[in-house]
């Protein structure tokens, strides 16, 4: 199983409204990935877990909230967001194996946020 | 910081035929790798090719292969035989170190159209 789900593809939300983003792999990674990427533009990185643990916050607002249950698992949870925060958000994982940590993909959810 | 460029935006190739896809880089390190993914319309990201930084021979994956220029910090690809399958966004990105869990820094992408 080389792949990476991302639940649900679309997600509109109101401003006020509490959702959340999931991930899974089931490939024995142990760093996963937040990015998000807006129309015509590369991913921007927002977290990384790497063994279940927070290793980077690219100073992400507060309104997002990652979590990783276990090492297969990884959340995004979202709270009082604005329309700017509308975009593609992908989740990747990584091991560490051989000669180089590839990051595998998920296909990403798409946000709308009225 | 690491930063990745790729001058071309957009460009158009007609099937069956090579185009070449720019981008340079600027760090520091030594020790980094340096990949290619390929975002087709509405499609998941995918790992095109890749090539670490210690390897002097270029890296080929079928119809892509790349012109690794290390002292130019240069990693261009190339597309040849191209397909309408091909279509899609293209990135460059960059990698320092291989531990899991290490950031990468992609390019603005370039966007490539194969025409029929």
């Known amino acids: 199983d080389t792949e990476v789900t991302q639940t649900p593809k679309h997600l509109v939300m109101g401003m006020t409204n509490k959702k959340s983003l999931k991930c899974e792999q089931h490939m024995g990674h142990r760093a996963m990935y937040w990015y998000k990427q807006k129309a015509k533009k590369p991913p921007e990185l927002m977290f990384v877990?790497?063994?279940?643990?927070?290793?980077i916050n690219e100073s992400v607002p507060s309104r997002f909230s990652p979590e990783c249950p276990n090492s297969s698992l990884l959340n995004l949870h979202l709270h009082a967001l604005q329309p700017e925060d509308s975009a593609l958000y992908l989740c990747?994982?990584?091991?560490?194996?051989?000669?180089?940590?590839?990051?595998?993909f998920g296909p990403g959810t798409r946000l709308t946020v009225l | 910081a690491q930063t990745v460029t790729q001058s071309q935006p957009e460009m158009s190739v007609q099937e069956a035929e090579t185009v070449t896809l720019s981008c340079t880089y600027d760090t520091s390190e030594n020790n980094y790798y340096l990949f290619w993914y390929k975002q087709p319309p509405s499609r998941q990201m995918i790992l095109v090719i890749r090539?670490?930084?210690?390897?002097?021979q270029n890296a080929t994956e079928n119809r892509f292969s790349v012109n690794f220029q290390k002292a130019a910090k240069s990693f261009s690809l190339k597309i040849s035989d191209s397909q309408l399958g091909d279509t899609a966004m293209y990135f460059c990105a960059f990698m320092k170190g291989r531990a899991a869990g290490n950031k990468l820094t992609f390019g603005g992408g370039t966007r490539v159209l194969v025409k029929p």
């Open positions: 990747a994982s990584s091991q560490e194996r051989g000669v180089i940590n590839e990051q595998f």
């Open positions: 877990y790497s063994y279940e643990k927070l290793s």
């Open positions: 090539q670490e930084a210690y390897k002097q």
